[in-house]
């Protein structure tokens, strides 16, 4: 019974992954919105109530699709930052921010759909909340590290922090323990800032106006360690 199951289990795993790597090439051709369980199933030579035992509805894939495409971000900045020095703390955001950077230029069509623009009638449910956090909890521990161990200095430019942010200041502090409400709207600045330059670069807003990309998100992401208060 063990040995079949077992098998059950290889041969499902086979074909859940078939069913989402055709679906991710989809994505790629047609957009999330274009997706289409009847276009997979034809394309793996099954019938749609095949696919339907594996994946119910659309969104049942676009959540699949979503949640491997945060684990592989994830991972991505995840590893990045564990070959870096540890006690670095400006050198491992400037590694994990390239780490993404990368990423993205490399899965383009999956960026677009975690980052992007919504997709339309879509409810991303509680499944990919964790998967989505694993990249913001890496940017946190560098900052809750660096602030431990007394390296975090935000240079004195910023207007204090209104006291109605305080509730959600909070939330997001269990990233990075201990830091101030100060630290906690700059590192929001800093993650946006982050994803706003990779967007523009991959979604056309820096076509025939910036051509060295690499050179200048290096330098942004410079300037915004610097903003965080993380050491040269």
Known sequence: MNASRTARERVRAELVREITDIARVQLASEGASGL???AVAREMGMVSSAVHRYFPTKDDLLTALIVDGYNSVGAAVEDADAAGPPDDFGARWLIVCHAVRNWALARP???ALIYGSPVPGYRAP????????????????????????????PPDICPPVPPILSTDAEIIRSLMP???????????????????????ELFGQFNNVVTHRAELFDHNMRGLARFLGLPD
């Open 126 to 153: 509680e499944d990919t909340i964790g998967p989505a956090s694993r990249a913001t909890t890496v940017y946190g521990r560098i900052l809750g590290d660096a602030h431990r161990a007394g390296r975090l200095s």
């Open 36 to 38: 289409s369980l009847r």
């Open 109 to 111: 069509h999956e960026y």
């Open 178 to 200: 201990g830091v101030s409400d100060d630290v906690i709207t700059r590192a929001i600045t800093a993650w946006t800032g982050l994803y706003g330059m990779i967007s523009f």
